[in-house]
């Protein structure tokens, strides 16, 4: 290839040029190298910042996530303890309904026992008044009673009468008719022999002696009589009614004589009884 000898060449030029550059040229062109390496460095510096914040952000976003899923469980979870538990308290009420159903059986169950209960109370208070009442009239009816007897008894007492006998010796009670012999009896201090002696030389027995009537005064009230007792007799004159009459047997006590006491003189007949102590061995009177 040919060269035209009328352009130079390259060496030629640049030297040719070279002198003649601007030297701010250079040093613009100078400040532009390193501004685009500046710029160089912060783009990279900028995309590798970028870079860090979008490694940041995934993760982040990796935790974000792993958060979430583990929330989503946690509810999946709730919804069904609250399933569960809805349910729950569906059967909870179910049971409480019948419970209730129940407690208003057993109070309607407790009011009717109660009724009845109250009822029963009061028929048998109304029935204890009543058998109150009658054993209050027995009551009555025994206390009337006993002091009835109580007024028989002092009535007794002051008829049945102790006195001095024709011996000297102060005798027991004395009873002065039927009724108050039969006091005598009940009292069970002696024994008692009530007799009716007909007038006659024959004499009769009455428990362990014999009597004989010699002699009766109705107008005065006085006898004679005699006793046979311990194959003796013993004659007692003009004794008057109501007066003890006394003799010993063997084996009386001492100072306890046997008594005659007669009630009744009639023209012919006296009435009355002989009172023989009780530790004696005479026989008991007949019944």
């Known amino acids: 290839m040919s060269i035209s000898p009328n352009v130079p060449s390259p060496q030629e030029s640049y030297q040719y040029e070279n002198p003649g550059t601007p030297r701010w040229i250079a040093i613009l062109f100078a400040l532009l190298i390193v501004g685009l390496a500046v710029m160089a460095y912060a783009g990279h510096s900028a995309q590798t910042r970028v870079e860090q914040e979008l490694s940041k952000n995934e993760e982040q976003n990796r935790i974000l996530t792993a958060q979430l899923e583990q929330a989503n469980t946690r509810i999946a979870d709730l919804k ?11 059967m909870t009420q179910a049971e409480l309904a019948e419970a209730r159903s129940r407690a ?8 009717t026992s109660d009724q009845k209960l109250s009822q ?18 027995d ?5 009337k009673d ?15 009468e102790r006195a001095a006998g024709d011996m000297g010796v102060m005798s027991g009670l004395i009873a002065r ?7 005598l009896r009940r009292r069970g201090d002696r024994n008692y022999y009530e007799f009716t002696i007909q007038k006659s030389k024959k004499p009769e027995r009455v428990g362990p002696v014999q009597i004989a009537l010699n002699k009766a005064d109705q107008k005065k009230s006085r006898y ?23 003799f010993y ?18 023209k012919d007949k006296i009435t009355g009884y002989l009172s023989a102590p009780k530790d004696t061995s005479a026989p008991a009177p007949a019944k």
């Open 80 to 90: 069904g303890q609250l399933e569960v538990t809805s349910q729950k308290i569906g």
């Open 104 to 111: 208003e059986a057993i109070r309607k169950q407790q009011v």
């Open 120 to 137: 029963e109370i009061t028929d048998a208070q109304k029935s204890s008044d009543a058998k109150i009442g009658a054993v209050a009239t």
């Open 139 to 143: 009551v009555t009816g025994a206390k």
């Open 146 to 160: 006993i002091a009835d007897t109580r007024s028989d008894l002092e009535a007794t007492k002051t008829k049945l």
């Open 177 to 183: 008719n039927h009724d108050d012999l039969e006091e």
């Open 224 to 246: 004679t009589i005699t006793v046979l007792a311990d194959d003796k007799a013993i004659e007692k004159k003009d004794k008057t009614s109501g007066e003890p009459v006394q």
């Open 249 to 266: 047997m063997k084996g009386s006590p001492r100072l306890t004589p046997y008594e005659i006491v007669v009630f009744d003189v009639s």
